[in-house]
């Protein structure tokens, strides 16, 4: 008989109630059995809705952390805490998805690997779009290695006008960043895992605030408040990878521009190309002759941005479960949500000092 495990939810908000909880609640054999959220209504209606008979309501995540019988915690709070809480839970002895970016800093991520390999317990990073089919289907491709040595790639994170006006995402203090940390984070993530190239070099970026002061501007969302505005609006960067490989990360939420794409990726090798534009796309040569090809898959948009998605999040959840159950390595590692988070930071840096960053 297949253990049930049991799993406290830190964080109650936005990310929880659309992608962990719903999902989590599909899956037989775990029961979530502890909410914890400062705010303490938010916490009990979610325990309401998707908690065991007997779950559990909290209002600080030490408290969560010293019942033995939570094998797992999800930790869906700000970035600036995503280290703090994730940490400690290991060391509690839990099992831990966090959600992305791994954590406000490269240091912090750092740290957090450093946990999981002293504790023993499995950690992993929300990076829900490895999981929809056409990241699927392209991760196939590019391990049978039909797209030759990738050695130049874009990481696409680009909205027109969609900012995040709720919450703390203009807050750069619980953030650490806008649209780069938020959105660039899943495109970059996605392009790296493509190339399975995890050594960055150099990296060149640049921050933007050039939007993000502007009175009743139009956005998806709403106009936001230029005050509370404290991220960048916009962030590019280039990296280069030790091998020689180059890629390009573009990432935004408001831009004057009408080639939009979000966690997608365009890929170069030496023996054909494939991009996510519209779809899920080959390139390359065959006899001699050019082709482009269209792959047919149930291939949806960004999960909670344009309401279309091929439920990644439900196969997310399924196979971190069973990298627990299985004792295998979970999908997403916490080495290469570390390199993701370094790149980001460097970025970051490289747009404050306008010099490149060697890593």
């Known amino acids: 008989m297949s253990k049930t495990y049991k799993i406290a939810i830190i964080g109650c908000g936005g990310i929880a109630n659309g992608k962990h909880m719903p999902s989590l609640k599909k899956l037989n054999n775990i029961e979530m059995a502890a909410f914890c959220d400062i705010v303490e209504e938010k916490a009990a209606e979610a325990a309401k809705q998707y908690g065991s008979a007997d779950a559990k309501v909290y209002t600080d995540y030490a408290d969560v952390l010293k019942d033995p019988s939570i094998d797992i915690v999800h930790v869906c709070t700000p970035n600036d805490s995503h280290a703090r809480i994730a940490i400690a839970a290991l060391e509690a002895g839990k099992h831990v998805m966090c959600e992305k970016p791994m954590a406000k800093t490269a240091e912090e991520a750092q740290q957090m690997v450093d946990a999981a390999k002293r504790t023993g317990k499995k950690l992993t990073i929300g990076y829900n779009n490895r999981f929809r089919s056409d990241s699927q289907h392209l991760k196939q491709l590019c391990d049978a290695g039909e797209l030759g040595e990738i050695y130049m790639a874009k ?5 027109r ?3 995040p006006t709720w919450g703390v995402f203009l807050d750069e203090e619980k953030q650490g960043g806008g649209p780069l940390i ?3 984070t899943h495109a970059l993530d996605l392009t790296l895992w493509m190339m399975n190239n995890y050594k960055p070099k150099v990296v060149l970026g640049k921050a933007y605030h050039k939007l993000s002061q502007r009175e009743n501007a139009a956005n998806a969302w709403g106009p936001w408040d230029p005050a509370k505005f404290t991220v960048e609006d916009s962030a590019f960067g280039m990296i280069v990878m030790e091998d020689g490989a180059t890629i390009i990360l573009e990432s935004s939420w408001a831009l004057n521009t009408l080639e939009v ?3 997608k990726c365009t890929l170069c090798g030496t023996e054909g190309g494939a991009d996510m534009k519209g779809g899920l796309r080959i390139n390359g040569e065959q006899h001699s002759r050019l082709f482009t090809k269209e792959v047919e898959l149930n291939t ?3 999960a909670f941005y344009d309401g279309k ?4 999040a439900d196969l997310e959840m399924k196979m971190w479960i069973e990298a627990i159950e299985q004792d295998k390595e979970p999908v997403v590692t916490p080495e290469q949500a570390f390199v993701v988070s370094q790149i980001l930071e460097a970025i970051y840096e490289s747009s404050k000092t306008g010099k490149a960053v060697y890593l």
Not at 309 to 312: F, M
């Open 155 to 159: 990481a696409h994170a680009i909205r």
């Open 300 to 302: 949806g948009g960004v």
């Open 161 to 163: 006008r969609a900012v």
């Open 261 to 263: 794409d979000e966690a």
């Open 182 to 184: 938020d959105i660039g």
């Open 309 to 312: 998605q091929d439920n990644p």
